[in-house]
């Protein structure tokens, strides 16, 4: 079957870094998407990587490794604006998406 | 700029009763649309897709029909709710045209049967 594992649940404090591990398996692959989801609200994108290795966006970085079915969102200098769910999805064969249950990140002072 | 709108926002429907959501996109035409809901502690579950206008795929079997009357209203509906499909449900277009492109969602529409 077809399945995606993130931690359900992080903590880390204000001006750290945090790393969010995401692993999946599907039949085929097509790409991984991060997304980010504040409570009550709909995801917004975030990042995609489709080759391996490590994308930057300004305090975000997403990271890929297709040979592990493994993923990582790297947050670095975090804000209390962080706080959030981030949502892991992989992209099959037939271009679907799965997705992952979230990690909830709670930022504390 | 291109936006979806989603109506209601919130609602609370008793088991048996009907459902209507519906979902707007503004700024392109032809949009590949998408009903996603979002159980509490799971991830995203994909309910119909559209490409056109009266054209729909359904991903799961339930009781859920979804109708694209015209080219940027996709609506969701239900004759008789079950307990079962309280949730947060996701209108969501894909961005360009390619297969690998991001999504972006419309506000949600959280609905609490009872």
């Known amino acids: 079957g077809q399945n995606i594992d993130q931690p359900t649940e992080m903590t880390a404090t204000e001006g750290a870094i945090v790393q969010i591990n995401c692993t999946y398996q599907t039949s085929g692959f097509n790409g991984l998407f991060w997304y980010q989801q504040h409570a009550g609200e709909a995801p917004t994108f975030l990042s995609y990587n489709v080759l391996d290795g490590l994308e930057e966006k300004g305090r975000f970085s997403s990271f890929l490794s297709r040979s592990k079915g493994y993923s990582y969102l790297l947050l670095k200098e975090l804000q209390m604006k962080d706080s959030a769910s981030y949502l892991c999805?992989?992209?099959?064969?037939?271009?679907?998406?799965?997705w992952g249950a979230g990690t909830k990140l709670i930022i504390k002072p | 700029s291109q936006t979806i709108h989603q109506w209601p926002a919130t609602l609370v429907q008793p088991v048996g009763s009907p459902l209507s959501l519906e979902c707007t996109v503004e700024?392109?035409?032809?949009?590949?649309l998408y009903w996603y809901r979002q159980a509490a502690g799971r991830g995203l579950q994909l309910l119909f897709y559209?490409?056109?206008?009266?054209?729909i795929s359904s991903e799961v079997p339930q009781n859920l029909s979804a109708s694209r009357p015209q080219d940027r209203q996709f609506i969701l509906s239900s004759k008789k709710l079950l307990l079962s499909d309280s949730g947060f449900y996701l209108c969501?277009?894909?961005?360009?045209?390619?297969?690998?492109?991001?999504?972006?969602f419309g506000e949600g529409s959280r609905l609490t049967v009872l």
């Open positions: 969501a277009r894909k961005e360009g045209l390619a297969d690998t492109g991001e999504l972006f």
């Open positions: 999805a992989a992209l099959d064969s037939n271009y679907q998406l799965i």
């Open positions: 559209s490409v056109g206008i009266g054209q």
């Open positions: 700024g392109t035409s032809n949009p590949n």
